[in-house]
């Protein structure tokens, strides 16, 4: 089955610096590729996502960049700041939905001030 | 709108106990996936139920069954709880299988002791 590696486990960075955390698929079926944040005490929430068709996506500070061909991908955080202090989840798909994802183990993220 | 409810909140067993976790989707949510998240394991798909039929299965024993409701409504069951069943089992929905958002609930923290 498929396996999604993540790393680092834990990221500190001073606010206004960039964050960029990396993830390995093991199986090349996989379309579909989700980011998600949890915060202390509530579930997961989606904050971007990648179809294997596309390179890379971004929403505001937030991009998602995609290489098919290493089966890697990661998610880069610009500017900071302390509410983007959380744990941050990869995951991955090969129904190309939400249908039954393969999570990665997590990076803790920490903004300092 | 409503979010994700899960109940209860917190729940403590002893082994060799049963359990029954709810999970009600969020208003026109058809499809229910249910996710075991330890800190050793990370999150682990456990089963996906749309339409009152179960889609996908992950890889866990017996022990762990689910069921939908023709209101969407989904609970999940564990018998014979084993003290490595400890984790937070949280609870997704979408409008179908289909959809790329999946909506996460708190949470349900089982603590077997």
């Known amino acids: 089955g498929e396996n999604v590696e993540q790393h680092p486990s834990t990221l500190s960075v001073q606010e206004g610096d960039s964050a960029v955390i990396k993830c390995t698929y093991s199986d090349s079926a996989s379309n579909y590729f989700p980011w998600y944040k949890q915060e202390l005490g509530k579930g997961p929430q989606l904050i971007i996502d990648?179809?294997?068709?596309?390179g890379e996506k971004k929403d505001q500070r937030i991009a998602v960049t995609l290489n098919k061909t290493a089966k890697h991908f990661s998610l880069h955080i610009t500017e900071t700041q302390p509410e983007d202090s959380a744990v941050y989840f990869c995951?991955?798909?090969?129904?190309?939905?939400?249908?039954?994802?393969?999570f990665g183990t997590g990076t803790r993220l920490q903004v300092t001030l | 709108k409503a979010g994700v409810t899960q109940t209860p909140r917190y729940l403590i067993k002893t082994r060799g106990q049963q359990v029954t976790l709810s999970c009600s989707p969020i208003?026109?949510?058809?499809?229910v996936s249910w996710y075991q998240q330890t800190p050793g394991q990370g999150l682990q798909f456990l089963f996906e139920?749309?339409?009152?039929?179960?889609?996908n299965k992950g890889n866990f024993p017996g022990r762990f069954s689910g069921r939908q409701f023709s209101n969407s409504r989904s609970e999940m069951n564990v018998s014979t709880l084993e003290l490595g069943d400890s984790a937070l089992y949280l609870c997704?929905?979408?409008?179908?299988?289909?959809?790329?958002?999946?909506?996460f609930g708190q949470g349900t923290r089982l603590t077997v002791v």
């Open positions: 139920y749309f339409s009152e039929t179960q889609r």
């Open positions: 997704a929905s979408s409008f179908t299988p289909q959809n790329t958002e999946a909506f």
């Open positions: 208003s026109g949510h058809r499809s």
């Open positions: 995951a991955a798909s090969i129904s190309g939905t939400a249908s039954k994802l393969t």
């Open positions: 990648i179809r294997s068709n596309v």
